[in-house]
């Protein structure tokens, strides 16, 4: 059938490019091989999440003095997180993308010409656009064995339906930290095996000590600079000879796209794949290798819709319009949504130099009066990074209990250029941990 759009991968971005141009009135054909939604719904960001708040919940109660008791029903929590995924049901956003005028393809897409996307030997052709939004898939690490053992990837680790007895997390990336918390509060003896000196290497360094310290207070035994050397059936074995035992192994080393290489279409910041005459691919999301976070992809999908609409009308997308994903190199926000949650966007002090910027570092304790009846015995630690020329801010980070509804108004600050001496007189309502906001101004000299 003809389109005028074909978008390839119908996960979080790939709906949202194909909402858009379908919204415009633009016909928009959206295929998919496994489930309506993507790996986002099913086995990423919704189950783990749902896996980890019923702990996060009881955890923060029981640090009010005056809540007594309370527990973890690790069954009702499952039973809970197999709710979020519909039970791996995609009937309902189906259903969502039919009604906002999307045409579902089920199948595995492939392009194979100018303009053309073939499904199950079946030829499509795009009058206008195709857009791949195909996503990632894990990366394997080269270990001895691996091949030969059946390994949890973040598919299992998000869609088990009991609670191992024990399980040995590889990697301390944010699937890693999440996992091992996740399981480990919900009863399982958990051994998180970590290649350098801290989780989460590439956040300000400060971050990976303290959840380090917050997955150690649940039980978690924390291997740091321990190198894997091989697996087998209820083992990891180190590249010192300790074995690490669990009744699941999984792995969480990395994704890498889901193209046929391995490797990610590179865009411009309207989603066009570069190196590709005629304008008319696009690429966003996971499979860009821009930053693989689902609402990151999603910014660039809405751009890559407008750009498209834009392009069908003869105009062409202005920077920092609708039609560009300019933010995707100065304000990419992420929450770990650990306990201590990780809250950053922007830069770390040390990218910001790198890049050769001059700029003024304000590291805090999130102490305020917001923090301490927010729990007892709060902590939390904060950086705010500034660039001295423009004195605006480079990058934040919070780390502590509930700092994730902190995170906005810093990417607010960061995307709109607003300089240190007007943030002052965003003045944070008392008693909340906004606060801490005021106190890093002061910090910084004001
Ligand atoms: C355990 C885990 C937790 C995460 N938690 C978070 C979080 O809390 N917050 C956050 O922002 N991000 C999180 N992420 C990252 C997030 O899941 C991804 O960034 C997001 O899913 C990317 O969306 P996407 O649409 O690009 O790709 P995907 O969600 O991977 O969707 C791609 C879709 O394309 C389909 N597809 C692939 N190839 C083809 C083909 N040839 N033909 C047809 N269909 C195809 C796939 O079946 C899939 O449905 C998490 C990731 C993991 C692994
Ligand atoms: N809350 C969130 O926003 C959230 C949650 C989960 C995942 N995600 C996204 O999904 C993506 C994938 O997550 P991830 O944790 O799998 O990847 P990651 O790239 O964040 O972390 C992988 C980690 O594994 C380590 N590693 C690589 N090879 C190894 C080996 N052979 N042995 C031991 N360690 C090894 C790396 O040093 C790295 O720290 C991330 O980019 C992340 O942004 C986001």
Redo the contacts with the bound molecule.
């Keep these: 059938m003809d389109f005028d759009v074909i978008v390839i991968g119908g996960g979080p971005v790939g709906e949202n490019v194909a909402w858009r141009t379908a919204a415009g009135g633009l016909s928009t054909a959206m295929v998919e091989k496994e489930l309506v939604g993507g790996e986002c719904s099913y086995w990423a960001c919704m189950p ?1 999440k749902a896996l980890l708040r019923s702990g996060h919940a009881l955890a923060a109660a029981q640090r009010v003095k005056g809540v007594v008791g309370g527990s973890l029903d690790p069954r009702a929590v499952l039973e809970r997180r197999t709710g979020f995924t519909s039970d791996w049901d995609d009937t309902g956003q189906v259903k969502w993308a039919e009604s906002v005028g999307i045409h579902v393809v089920r199948g595995e897409g492939e392009v194979t010409g100018e303009r053309e996307v073939t499904v199950g030997g079946e030829v499509h052709r795009a009058r206008l656009a195709v857009v791949v939004a195909t996503g990632s898939v894990p990366k394997m ?1 080269p270990l001895e064995g691996l091949d030969d053992t059946p390994v949890w990837t973040s598919r299992e680790a998000t869609s088990a339906r009991t609670v191992p007895e024990s399980l040995v997390v ?7 930290v ?1 996992m091992a918390q996740a399981w480990a509060r919900l009863g399982s003896k958990v051994t998180l ?1 970590v ?2 000196d801290r989780p989460l ?1 590439r956040m300000e360094d400060f971050v990976g000590p303290l959840v380090v310290e917050g997955l150690r207070a649940d039980g978690v035994e924390v291997l740091l600079n321990a ?2 050397a091989a697996v087998e059936p209820g083992a990891l074995t180190l590249r010192d000879g300790r074995v690490v035992r669990g009744a699941e192994i999984l792995v ?4 890498v796209p889901a193209t046929k290489d391995g490797k990610p279409l590179v865009i411009d910041d309207t989603g066009l794949v570069s190196g590709v005459d005629g304008r008319w691919l696009y690429a966003a999301g996971d499979v860009t290798g821009r930053a ?2 689902t609402h990151q992809g999603k910014y660039q999908a809405r751009a890559v819709g407008s750009a498209i609409l834009e392009r069908s009308r003869g105009s062409e997308p202005e920077p920092w319009s609708a039609g560009q994903a300019n933010a995707d190199h100065v304000a990419v926000p ?4 650990t306990d201590p949650e990780v809250a950053f966007v922007g830069h770390t002090a040390a990218e910001a130099r790198a890049a050769g910027r001059d700029v003024k570092v304000v590291d805090l304790d999130i102490a305020v009066a917001g923090s301490s009846l927010h729990a007892d015995g709060y902590s939390g630690k904060t950086r705010m990074v500034v660039d001295e020329r423009t004195r605006t801010l480079v990058g934040v980070t919070f780390v502590g209990q509930d700092v994730a509804e902190l995170l906005h108004a810093a990417t607010i600050a960061i995307v709109g250029e607003v300089t240190v001496d007007r943030l002052w007189h965003a003045v944070p309502a008392y008693p909340t941990i906004s606060e801490v906001w005021l106190r890093m101004l002061e910090a910084y000299g004001l």
């Design positions: 783990s690490p590889l990697g301390g990336g944010v699937v890693g999440e095996v290649s350098g290497p190198r894997a969480a080393t990395g994704r693989l976070l992420q929450v770990v949504f």
